[in-house]
C-alpha cells in the first residue's frame, strides 16, 4: 500500500538507528496515522496510564474481520468457554474462529527494544502482501500492545536524550520507571493494583481470551542473544498440558525461523522456568492461554556496546537451568561469536519471533482453536473429577468481611466463576452462612483457581538443589497465593461436584463487583464508632481526620446498637452526621453511633509519615509502599538524603518509614557505591546514601520522640546503627541449612499491644529475604516487646521452607523503645507489592 507512510519517513530515522530513540508520543502518533491509512489496523485508547498517558491497543487483521470484530470476539468466547456445545455448533464456530494472539512490547521501560520495534511490525502486517502475512490477517486478530509501560518510556527515553555525548549516556533511570513499582509491574497479574494491568488482564481475561500471549523482554548483555519458549524446569501444577506442548510448539518454531534468518545465539527450554512469579506471562498459561516471553539481550539502551567474546559465559557449570556453558548444545546450536550489539540487532530479532508465532497461529488456525475447546473442556471435567473437593467456600463473615468482598472483585477480574449462596447451607458437618461464595473448580480456568486459592508446595527435588544439595534461588516468589496475602480463609468444599450439584439452586452467579456504599447505623451525640478489624476504616478514620474531625482509640470492647466491637474501635467525634454519612458511603465501611459516653484512650492524630527514597534506580519496595498508603489515605512526605542528612526530621515527619533494602544502600556506603559506578557511571546527583550525618539524624530523631518503621532488610540498619540488643538469627546461615524464599507462613499476634489492634490471633506473613529475630539478654530486656512471633512447629503455609527450627516460637515484628521514641522491626514483607492485605494493619497501627 504506497499511501501508508513508513516508519523511517515518520520518525524521520530507522527505528533501532544507534542513539535514537522513538518517544511514546510520537510512536502513539504513528499508530494513529497507520489506523487512518490502512484498513487492517483499528487503535484503541483504552484509558490514560497511571501518569495520564495514552494506553493503547491496536488490533491488526482483515478488513473483512475488523468488519465483524464483535461477532468473530464472541465466536472466541465460546470457543475458549464451549461448555454445553454440541460438537456441530463447535465445528461451526471453528470453522468462524480466528486465532488470537496477543502481544505486548516493553513491560520494562529499560528494556526498549520491543517498543521500538512495534511500529515496524505493524507496518510490515499492514503493508506486505505476501503470502504468509496475508493469512496472517485472514487467520489471526493480533492484539498487540505498543507499550505495556508508557510512562516509564517516557521517563527512559527523556533520561536518555539529556545525557547523549557525555560520559553517562546508555546509563541506566536513577529512578522506578513506573510511578509505583518500576520492574515489579510484571508481578501485578492477580493482583490488578495498575490500571495497566488492568487494562491486560481486560483484554486477556474478560473480553478476548487469546490463544497465544507472547511479552517481549530484554535480559543481561553477556549470555545468549534471545531466549524463546519453551520454559525449563521446574514445572509448575495446574495448567492443562496442551499449553505446555503448544509453547514447545511454538518456541520451535520461533527458533526454526529464526535460524532461518541467520540470526545467532538463540536458545530455548532454559533460564526462565515455568515456576515463577505470576506475571501475565506465566499466569496466563492457566487460563489456558499458551503464554510465554521473549528475552532479547540488553544493550546500553540505544548506545551499541562491544562485547568480547571471552565475555560471553554459561552459568559456570551449573545444569538446573540448562546452561551451563557457553558453547553449543541442542538447545543453544548455534551461538553468538562477540562483537558490537545494538539495538537494531535486537529489533531484527525480536520481528522475527513476533512473525513467527503469527505465522505458525495463522498456518494451524484450526488446531489452535480446537485445543482451545479441549483445554477448557478437559480441565472443566478435571474439575468436576476432583476426588476431594468440588472446589472453594468464602465465609462472607470473617475477620474482615470488606477484605473479603475484595479478594472476590480479583477473582472476578480473572474472568472465573463464583456464585453466591441464597440460603445457609449444611455441608457435611459445616455450616455456611447466606451469601457464602463458591468458586468452582468445574470451570475452564480450573488452573487459576488452584493457583490463586489453593495451598502451594514449592518442588524440593532434583531441579532445585545443586549437586551439593544447595538449594537453586527460584526466580521469584515461591507462591502467589492470593487468599492468604489477604488473609482471607478459602475452604476446600467438603463435597464432590456431583454432590455440590444438588445445592446447584441455593447460589447465584456473581458477575460483576458487587457495590455496596457504607452507611451510618444509629444516631448518638456521643461519636462514632468504626470496626478496627477493616483495613478499609484507616481509609475512613483519615478521611474523617482530613476533615478535622477528632479520633480516638478505645482500648477495650465498645458497645453498638449492631453489638460488641473489639478493643481498638476508633471513636469519631467533631464531625456532623451528615459528613460521617458521607465518608461512610465512599469508603463503603458501616459507621456505628456510640451508645454512651466512652473513655479515650489515645489520640489517632493526623499522621505526619516520612518515607525515605533512594536513587540508585530506585526501590520498588518504597514505590509499592506509596501506594499502599495513597489506597488507604494516609498522607505522606517524600524524604530523600539531603533532607534525612540536613537537620531536624522532627520538623519534617513524626514516623519515619524505611522500605526493604540494604544498609549499604541505605547509607551510601563506599564499597557499595564504588562497586554499581563499575559496572554503570552514575551522575553525582543521583549517588544516593544518607551518610554518617543521616545515620546521627535518623538515632536523634528516635531518641527525641520519632517513630522509626524498619521493614525486612531495612531492620539490619536500624539494628547496626542504633545499636539495638536484637541480632538476626539466620545472619550468615548457609541457604542448605536455612532458606525462605519468598513463602507465606504462620505467626500468632499479640492482639492486646496496640500494634496488634484489629488484627486475628493467628495471620499469615509473606518472608523473603527477611531477619529472624532473636532480643540479646541484657539490662534492658523490657524495652523489647515482641508484636507477631511464630509459632513452634508447622510454619510453612505455602512456599518452600528449609530449617523451620531458626523460626521456631522467634519473634517476627518488635516495637523497642529508645529515647523518647520507638523502633517497630517488622522480620517480613508486611506491604509487600501492596497485595498482602493480610498484614496491613499491623503497618497502619504504627502510622497514627
Known amino acids: 500500500m504506497s499511501t501508508v507512510t513508513t516508519p523511517e519517513s515518520f520518525f524521520g530515522f530507522r527505528l533501532g538507528s544507534d542513539r535514537k530513540i522513538a518517544r511514546w508520543d510520537k510512536i502513539v502518533e504513528y499508530f494513529y496515522l497507520l489506523d487512518s491509512q490502512s484498513p487492517n489496523i483499528r487503535v484503541i485508547h483504552l484509558g490514560p496510564s497511571t501518569d495520564g498517558n495514552p494506553f493503547i491497543l491496536a488490533i491488526i487483521t482483515s478488513a473483512r474481520n475488523l468488519a465483524q470484530l464483535d461477532e468473530l470476539r464472541a465466536v472466541n468466547r465460546k470457543i475458549t468457554d464451549p461448555r454445553g456445545l454440541s460438537k456441530t455448533q463447535l465445528d461451526r464456530l ?13 513491560l520494562h521501560a529499560s528494556e526498549i527494544s520491543a517498543t521500538q520495534m512495534s511500529p515496524e511490525l505493524a507496518y510490515d502486517l499492514v503493508t506486505c502482501d505476501d503470502e504468509s502475512t496475508q493469512r496472517i490477517l485472514d487467520n489471526t486478530i493480533f492484539l498487540m500492545v505498543p507499550c505495556f509501560n508508557p510512562d516509564g518510556q517516557i521517563m527512559v527515553t527523556d533520561w536518555y536524550d539529556e545525557y547523549i555525548g557525555t560520559e553517562y549516556e546508555g546509563t541506566p533511570l536513577p529512578w522506578l520507571y513506573h510511578k509505583y513499582c518500576g520492574h515489579d509491574n510484571n508481578r501485578d497479574a492477580f493482583m490488578l493494583n495498575l490500571v495497566e494491568s488492568r487494562y491486560i488482564a481486560r483484554i486477556m481475561f474478560q473480553e478476548w481470551r487469546p490463544h497465544i500471549f507472547q511479552d517481549h523482554h530484554e535480559m543481561g548483555t553477556y549470555g545468549p542473544r534471545l531466549f524463546v519458549g519453551p520454559y525449563c524446569e521446574p514445572l509448575h501444577p495446574h495448567a492443562d498440558p496442551l499449553v505446555w506442548r503448544e509453547i514447545e510448539w511454538y518456541g520451535a518454531h520461533m527458533a526454526y525461523r529464526l535460524e532461518e534468518a541467520g540470526i545467532s545465539g538463540v536458545i530455548t527450554g532454559a533460564l526462565f522456568s515455568s515456576w515463577s512469579h505470576m506475571g501475565f506471562h506465566w499466569l496466563g498459561n492457566y487460563h489456558n492461554i499458551a503464554s510465554m516471553l521473549t528475552e532479547t539481550a540488553h544493550a546500553r539502551l540505544a548506545t551499541p556496546i562491544y562485547i568480547h567474546p571471552h565475555q560471553l559465559q554459561g552459568e559456570n557449570g551449573n545444569t538446573l537451568r540448562a546452561y551451563p556453558h557457553y558453547k553449543a548444545q541442542t538447545n543453544f546450536p548455534n551461538p553468538w561469536r562477540g562483537g558490537w550489539w545494538r539495538l537494531r540487532d535486537m529489533i531484527d530479532q525480536q520481528l522475527v519471533a513476533a512473525k513467527g508465532v503469527l505465522d505458525i497461529a495463522a498456518t494451524y488456525r484450526e488446531t489452535v482453536l480446537r485445543n482451545a475447546v479441549h483445554k477448557a473442556l478437559r480441565q472443566t471435567r478435571r474439575g468436576e473429577e476432583e476426588e476431594t473437593s468440588a472446589g472453594f467456600l468464602i465465609r462472607p463473615d470473617q475477620h474482615d468481611p470488606k477484605t473479603v468482598k475484595t479478594l472476590v472483585d480479583k477473582l472476578l477480574l480473572q474472568g472465573l466463576d463464583v456464585s453466591k449462596s441464597r440460603t445457609t447451607l449444611m455441608l457435611g458437618d459445616r455450616v455456611f452462612p447466606v451469601g457464602t461464595y463458591y468458586v468452582p473448580l468445574s470451570q475452564p480456568k480450573r488452573g487459576v483457581v488452584k493457583t490463586l486459592l489453593e495451598r502451594t508446595f514449592f518442588p524440593d527435588d532434583a531441579w532445585v538443589r545443586h549437586k ?36 446447584g439452586r441455593r447460589f447465584v452467579p456473581v458477575t460483576a463487583p458487587e457495590t455496596r456504599p457504607g452507611h451510618v447505623s444509629g444516631s448518638s451525640a456521643y461519636g462514632f464508632l468504626v470496626d478496627p478489624r477493616l483495613n478499609a476504616s484507616f481509609r475512613t478514620v483519615n478521611t474523617a481526620l482530613a476533615e478535622n474531625a477528632e479520633v480516638t482509640r478505645i482500648q477495650n470492647e465498645a458497645e453498638t446498637e449492631n453489638g460488641l466491637l473489639p478493643a481498638g474501635a476508633f471513636l469519631i467525634r467533631n464531625l456532623s452526621p451528615d459528613r460521617m454519612e458521607r465518608i461512610a458511603r465512599e469508603t463503603g465501611v458501616t459507621v456505628h453511633a456510640a451508645t454512651h459516653p466512652l473513655p479515650s484512650s489515645h489520640a489517632f492524630r493526623p499522621p505526619r509519615i516520612g518515607l525515605y527514597q533512594r536513587y540508585w534506580g530506585g526501590n520498588m519496595d518504597e514505590g509499592w509502599t506509596r501506594l499502599v498508603l495513597e489506597q488507604f489515605g494516609f498522607p505522606y512526605r517524600t524524604l530523600r538524603d539531603a533532607e534525612i542528612a540536613g537537620g531536624d526530621l522532627g520538623n519534617l515527619c513524626d514516623t519515619l518509614i524505611l522500605p526493604d533494602d540494604t544498609t549499604s544502600m541505605i547509607v551510601g556506603e563506599e564499597e557499595e557505591i564504588e562497586k554499581r559506578l563499575h559496572r554503570s557511571p552514575v551522575p553525582e546527583a543521583y549517588r544516593s546514601g544518607i551518610g554518617k550525618e543521616g545515620i546521627e539524624t535518623v538515632r536523634s530523631f528516635v531518641e527525641k520522640g520519632g517513630t522509626l518503621i524498619a521493614i525486612n532488610r531495612a531492620t539490619d540498619f536500624a539494628i547496626e546503627k542504633l545499636g539495638l540488643q536484637v541480632v538476626n538469627a539466620v545472619n550468615g546461615v548457609p541457604d542448605s541449612v536455612f532458606f525462605c524464599p519468598g513463602s507465606m ?15 486475628p490471633d493467628y495471620t499469615l506473613v509473606m518472608a523473603w529475604n527477611s531477619p529472624v529475630f532473636r532480643v540479646t539478654e541484657s539490662h534492658f530486656n523490657d524495652r523489647y516487646e515482641t508484636i507477631v512471633s511464630y509459632p513452634d512447629r508447622d510454619i510453612l503455609e505455602s512456599g518452600w521452607l528449609i530449617g523451620e527450627t531458626y523460626l521456631s516460637g522467634r519473634p517476627a515484628m518488635l516495637s523497642v523503645r529508645y529515647g523518647e521514641g520507638r523502633v517497630i522491626l517488622y522480620g517480613f514483607r508486611v506491604q509487600f507489592r501492596a497485595q498482602t492485605h493480610g498484614t496491613f494493619k499491623l503497618l497502619f497501627n504504627a502510622l497514627g
Open 94 to 106: 471453528i470453522a468462524k474462529g480466528k486465532t488470537v494472539v496477543c502481544q505486548t512490547m516493553s
Open 468 to 503: 551439593n544439595g544447595s538449594p537453586q534461588r527460584p526466580y521469584d516468589t515461591t507462591t502467589d497465593t492470593l487468599a492468604e496475602m489477604m488473609g482471607v480463609r478459602v475452604e476446600p468444599a467438603p463435597l464432590t461436584h456431583r454432590d455440590m450439584a444438588v445445592f
Open 745 to 759: 507462613l504462620r505467626v500468632r499476634v499479640n492482639t492486646t499491644h496496640s500494634l496488634g489492634l484489629g488484627m
